[in-house]
């Protein structure tokens, strides 16, 4: 969903300014949060339990979306992109290495792969449902729609006790064990 909001605000963006390069300013918002996460990944899942930085890592784009809606007539709006993606890196680090010890090495590539195609899957339905929705609802009713769901990804993420059960990264290969 939030692929969705991104191209949607871009095109929001463009209609609100009538200037391409704020428009532009969107995607690079979300860049310079995952680039400046990246910087302090590691750190984090040495330091933070991996299920707190997972479940931050989802609700940190919930937040920045609903903010969105709140300031959606300024320009300045994108700035909430900002840390959005920021703990994309630290959340794919705690829940990557999680999957790398659980899932069988013969399974590995056949796992990841079907999640690809998953993602793609989904990407392309999100992207296409939110041009759709914009079209017809406009922008703040695109939004609301993503945040709602994002906010049902987040819930379900967090009833999910394996997930919040991640240890920082000295503990993962015990924690592994033990759910495997």
């Given at each position: 969903?939030?692929?969705?909001?991104?191209t949607?605000?871009?095109?929001?963006?463009?209609?609100?300014?009538?200037?391409?390069?704020?428009?532009?300013?969107?995607?690079?918002?979300?860049?310079?949060?995952?680039?400046?996460?990246?910087?302090?990944?590691?750190?984090?899942?040495?330091?933070?339990?991996?299920?707190?930085?997972?479940?931050?890592?989802?609700?940190?784009?919930?937040?920045?979306?609903?903010?969105?809606?709140?300031?959606?007539?300024?320009?300045w709006?994108?700035?909430?992109?900002?840390?959005?993606?920021?703990?994309?890196?630290?959340?794919?680090?705690?829940?990557?290495?999680?999957?790398?010890?659980?899932?069988?090495?013969?399974?590995?590539?056949?796992?990841?792969?079907?999640?690809?195609?998953?993602?793609?899957?989904?990407?392309?339905?999100?992207?296409?449902?939110?041009?759709?929705?914009?079209?017809?609802?406009?922008?703040?009713?695109?939004?609301?729609?993503?945040?709602?769901?994002?906010?049902?990804?987040?819930?379900?993420?967090?009833?999910?006790?394996?997930?919040?059960?991640?240890?920082?990264?000295?503990?993962?290969?015990?924690?592994?064990?033990?759910i495997?």
């Open positions: 969903m939030f692929n969705g909001v991104i949607v605000t871009v095109w929001h963006m463009l209609a609100l300014t009538g200037n391409a390069a704020i428009a532009g300013l969107t995607n690079s918002m979300v860049a310079v949060g995952v680039f400046l996460g990246a910087a302090v990944a590691m750190k984090a899942v040495n330091a933070v339990p991996g299920g707190v930085i997972a479940l931050l890592a989802y609700l940190f784009p919930v937040m920045s979306t609903a903010l969105l809606l709140l300031f959606h007539s300024s320009p709006s994108v700035l909430f992109l900002l840390p959005a993606m920021a703990l994309l890196p630290a959340g794919s680090a705690a829940i990557g290495s999680l999957q790398m010890l659980v899932i069988p090495d013969e399974k590995l590539g056949r796992a990841f792969s079907a999640v690809g195609i998953l993602e793609l899957i989904f990407s392309a339905v999100t992207t296409t449902a939110t041009g759709f929705l914009y079209a017809h609802q406009g922008y703040m009713a695109t939004v609301a729609v993503c945040v709602a769901v994002m906010v049902l990804c987040l819930v379900h993420v967090a009833s999910v006790s394996q997930i919040r059960g991640i240890p920082r990264a000295d503990g993962i290969e015990e924690f592994a064990a033990s495997a």
